[in-house]
């Protein structure tokens, strides 16, 4: 982008239009305090792929150029990972403040044709393919190691456990194994659970990542709670961290009270279920790294239980990559980039997956379906050799089919 | 056989859907077309149904990711499928390089063979049909 200064006039510099703008963000004003270390744009993993730093975006807003902040479209190059916000030594939200420029955009500009698109398909048909809602089922029919009782029971009426299986895991077959790796052993186990099949609608999440508002998802959290409520539930479980993320993190502000009841992704959920069942396993010796997708790892906290379950299984060996944890990379699937730059959602993740193989490990372990098409994705294109697998998956593969799961 | 610049295969029948079936007496093929993969662009991903499994007429057997984009593969006469091709599994691919030999996705043994009355044979009515789908893609609305 031209950072030329010759079409800026006095009204340009709008700092009271600026003011509004951070006015309607927590913390928003922190902005003022940026010194422009550039811990942000360092830290960034599209970084070496944009035309601007993010910092400079920054000070367009802090000289009061609103206007020229909007025009960059630096904030759709982004996959809301919030990397550049942990690393900020000022705390300056600066994940909600590129939420909040994409909202301003839609106000201001035509919406982009892509997100468009998908708020378009999600208001008709509540879920981001398009899909008739009886396909949500269509991952069912393939459960390997269940009889057709079970696959009949999977719906039920009443149940104490409610697993939200999230729009990617239901409707995108790459992802397929996931919910019924979860499946299988929530059956193994003998938990009282259920799906909500074609009660299920989208978190909503895409909608206010592609700059609707929250207020658009509100009927979302509404319908998603009422159908987990009706079937006499406490607890629901996701394998999806950003439905988990948007649950845990972001429905109770929408709704603007606690949700009253137990939010679980599948690594918080299943070690005590594990401990309990005793499962037998494969117990071959094999190398793996784990990859921490940013809503369960920097969003949701979730760092030490993945990496729990995976050295609980015998002959797993957990290599690290170089960036982990708080400091994990992205995949580059977040914040609907896929959608609207897949060039830039793969340069970010071919990265993920050479930091990966540089660990010499077979596989590399993940757990979230939309971390694991995309680093998946990026394996192939790459000629990689390592093995992209959700943990639910590999657990699923690992847990002694033979014996039936049952510890002899 | 070229309609349009896509290929089709002499002695197959094909559906609405894009899928081609061979009768092979007791045992039927089921794939999807050249005209399918290459609407579709590199498939990235197909699901592999469970042998055994009953599949119904117009309803969804296997799904399949190409990039962006999930489709359905809907079943064009009713059955129980006897037989996969494990190959796709790994190198889904084969569905673009060969959609009619190598790509084959599931053998059934049909309900009922009268079925195939209501598909396509290559003919007029279904180049037809191809010239409607392909000028529906050239304007946008497929």
């Known amino acids: ?408 | 056989m070229d309609i349009k610049g896509y290929s089709f295969k002499e002695g197959l029948f094909y559906d609405k859907d894009h899928g081609w079936l061979q009768d092979n007496g007791d045992v039927l093929t089921l794939g999807v077309t050249d005209f399918f993969q290459k609407v579709a662009g590199e498939i990235v991903f197909i699901e592999i149904p469970i042998a055994g499994r009953k599949i119904d007429k117009g309803q969804p057997y296997s799904s399949i990711e190409s990039g962006k984009w999930v489709g359905r593969l809907k079943a064009p006469v009713s059955g129980e499928i006897i037989e996969v091709n494990s190959d796709l599994e790994d190198c889904p691919y084969i569905i673009n390089d060969e959609p009619y030999e190598g790509g084959w996705v599931i053998k059934i043994r049909p309900d009922n063979k009268g079925e195939l009355k209501e598909l396509y044979t290559l003919g007029e009515q279904f180049a037809t049909f191809i010239a409607e789908e392909e000028k529906k893609i050239k304007e946008g609305t497929r």
């Open chain 1, 1 to 408: 982008m031209n950072l030329t200064t010759k079409h800026l006039k006095d009204e340009s510099f709008n700092f009271k239009a600026v003011e509004e703008f951070l006015a309607n963000i927590p913390d928003g004003n922190k902005l003022k305090t940026c010194i422009q270390c550039g811990s942000c744009s360092s830290g960034c993993p599209a970084a070496d792929k944009l035309d601007l730093t993010r910092r400079q975006v920054w000070r367009m807003l802090q000289m009061g150029l609103l206007e020229e902040a909007i025009n960059t479209e630096l904030f759709w190059d982004c996959t809301t990972c919030e990397m550049c916000q942990i690393r900020c030594p000022r705390g300056i939200p600066l994940a909600e403040i590129i939420i909040k420029l994409r909202e301003r955009y839609n106000q201001t500009h035509e919406t982009k044709a892509a997100m468009e698109q998908v708020s378009g398909v999600i208001e008709k048909y509540r879920n981001i393919t398009g899909d008739e809602a009886k396909n949500r089922l269509l991952w069912t029919e393939n459960i390997q190691g269940i009889t057709q009782e079970e696959r009949k029971g999977l719906i039920k009426d009443r149940a104490k456990v409610v697993y939200f299986t999230g729009c990617v895991s239901s409707l995108f077959p790459q992802s397929y194994k996931i919910p019924q790796a979860l499946t299988y052993i929530l059956l193994k186990a003998g938990v009282d659970f259920s799906l909500l099949g074609e009660d299920e609608w989208c978190c909503g999440l895409p909608l206010v990542a592609g700059g609707s508002g929250e207020k658009a998802i509100r009927e979302y959290a509404i319908h998603n709670l009422n159908a987990i409520k009706k079937k006499g539930a406490d607890t629901v479980v996701f394998s999806c961290p950003t439905c988990y993320h948007f649950w845990k993190n972001e429905y109770a502000r929408v709704l603007g009270n606690e949700l009253d009841i137990n939010i679980k992704h599948y690594t918080e959920y299943l070690p005590q279920i594990l401990q309990s069942v005793q499962f037998s396993y494969i117990t071959d010796e094999i190398v793996v790294t784990y990859h921490d997708p940013c809503d369960l790892g920097r969003k949701s906290q979730i760092f030490d239980t993945p990496r729990e379950i995976i050295k609980s299984m015998p002959g797993v060996k957990l290599v690290e990559m170089r960036f982990t944890k708080e400091d994990s990379k992205c995949c580059g699937g977040g914040g609907n980039l896929e959608m609207l730059n897949s060039d830039l959602s793969f340069e970010i993740a071919q990265k993920r997956i050479a930091e990966a193989a540089a660990t010499n490990a077979q596989y590399l372990l993940t757990t979230c379906q939309q971390c694991k098409r995309t680093l998946q994705n990026a394996a192939r294109r790459t000629k990689s050799r390592i093995k992209v697998n959700d943990l639910l998956e590999f657990l699923a593969v690992r847990i002694n089919s033979e014996s039936g799961g049952e510890k002899k």
